[in-house]
């Protein structure tokens, strides 16, 4: 089975539907010891195909359009947060503290791109909060991996141990992720089908999602990528995020696309999210899990206020398992998965050539959501999806088999930029991947400032 094959099965989907996608493959896209190419590829095509139904749904068509996918167009979706310039100048993707670091017996890696983060671990640490890159090595020389994993942890800070694939298949948390699916989907209630505005076949632009409200609480990068996704559909997506959060500019720039940007400070803005959930259709959500029960923002109980909502999660490591309520980042997955050891070189450990954890596992995400949306309109009910990047980095070491290399080289990324003017300067972006028969070839908006429109449906 090919991994486009696998994820549509995960979804849910129908497999007859599965020869409307065409791929146009470059051999060295995406190039890796791992299968990358072929996880990216089968991610955003399982988006596109679950676009392409429901749009073939709400317009009454006879056929499902058919869908394209070009491993060049996903190669420079999955670096977009590396290719974006502003006004000509290149982004700040990751701070001086967020790398590798060598400890007493092994390696480590850190996250500290937030101000937060990097003040919590520099005190996990007992350093100053404006200790050096110097100071933060040789203090590290000084510690095992393992300890000052747990002990940047417990500080609430990001710090995960290099780990061997042998060695995070014996943990425990890797035997809770190893057993779920790759896409977890729950029907939660009874609610009644959903009744989808009918679309104009005829129209020239075919937008799966117009008219769908969705409200985003996602962060750093995969849900942020999801909605990004359904914005381009033509959801109307406002992000709301707590004012207090700090966000970094050019991501939020990155995957921006096609949605508005609100703040709420909960609960002392309780009356204006209830406003805004009374009327949504889907809740997106990227905060570890438990986060936001505490705000009465859990899915059984969103889903008590507003029957009929889909809600889509995404986490770094599960709603289960010992690690659950831990914090993550594609990148402290990679080292804990072993893919970190399996990409490296010389006893050094490596990386992805992008952050295809968290762009494949947005586009999935994004493609659960139609799919249900889809069942929706036939069978009802509330939906539930969850996704984790652990999960899709479990897919990628031991679900996708090798593929010979094949197809002609992969052109620069070019070919797949486009320029956009907008509030926050002129903006060189990725075009987006997720291509189908009369679809949209791009966002509608540009990205606007963090926390600049009114917290309101359009």
């Known amino acids: 089975m090919t991994a486009i094959n696998e994820a549509w099965k995960a979804l849910g989907g129908e497999p007859g539907l599965l020869p409307r996608v065409s791929a146009v493959v470059h051999r060295d ?15 955003v095509g399982a988006c596109a195909l679950a676009a392409a139904e429901l749009g073939a749904r709400r317009a009454g068509l006879a056929e499902v359009p058919a869908v394209t996918v070009d491993d060049g167009a996903v190669a420079a979706a999955f670096h977009s947060e590396r290719l974006l310039t502003v006004d000509g100048r290149a982004p700040d993707v990751f701070a001086p503290l967020s790398r590798f670091w060598r400890t007493a017996d092994g390696w480590v890696r850190t996250h500290a791109n937030y101000p937060h983060h990097r003040a919590r671990l520099l005190g996990a640490l007992g350093l100053a909060r404006d200790a050096s890159a110097e100071q933060v090595a040789g203090r590290l020389a000084e510690c095992s991996a393992l300890e000052t994993e747990e002990t940047v942890y417990g500080a609430g800070g990001l710090a995960v141990a290099l780990r061997t694939p042998e060695q995070w298949r014996a943990h425990e948390q890797a035997a809770e992720v190893a057993v779920r699916p790759l896409v977890e989907r729950e029907r939660l209630d009874g609610a009644r089908t959903r009744v989808l505005p009918p679309l104009d076949a005829g129209a020239p632009v075919l937008l799966p999602a117009a008219g769908l409200r969705v409200l985003d609480l996602t962060r750093v990068l995969a849900g ?3 909605t990004r996704t359904l914005a381009l559909l033509g959801a109307d997506v406002l992000r ?22 609100a703040t709420l400070g909960l609960p002392a803005a309780r009356d204006a999210f209830e406003e805004l959930l009374s009327t949504a259709d ?22 008590a206020r507003r029957p009929g909502l889909v809600v889509a999660q995404v986490s770094a490591w599960g709603a289960y398992g010992p690690w659950s309520g831990r914090r993550g980042f594609d990148s402290l997955v990679q080292v804990a998965t072993g893919i970190a050891v399996t990409e490296g070189t010389a006893g050094r450990p490596g990386a992805l050539p992008a952050q295809a954890l968290d762009h494949g596992t947005g586009y999935l995400l994004a493609a659960a959501v139609l799919r249900a949306l889809t069942e929706q309109s036939y069978e009802g009910g509330s939906r539930l999806v969850r996704l984790a990047l652990a999960r899709t980095a479990h897919w990628l070491t031991a679900g996708i088999g090798p593929v010979p290399a094949a197809g002609a080289p992969c052109p620069g990324p070019e070919a797949w930029l486009a320029e956009t003017d907008g509030p926050l300067g002129r903006l060189r972006h990725a075009r987006t991947p997720v291509s189908f028969a009369e679809g949209p070839a791009g966002w509608e908006r540009p990205p606007v400032p963090w926390g600049s429109d009114p917290a309101k449906w359009l």
């Open 29 to 43: 896209s995406l190039d890796s010891r791992l299968p990358v190419r072929e996880l990216a590829r089968a991610c």
């Open 224 to 226: 942020p990528v999801a």
């Open 240 to 261: 709301v995020d707590a004012p207090w959060l700090p966000e970094l500019p050019d991501l939020h720039a990155d995957t921006g696309f096609g949605k508005r940007s």
């Open 282 to 303: 889907v809740v997106v959500t990227g905060y570890r899990p438990g986060a936001l029960d505490r705000l009465g923002l859990s899915p059984e109980a969103l889903i």
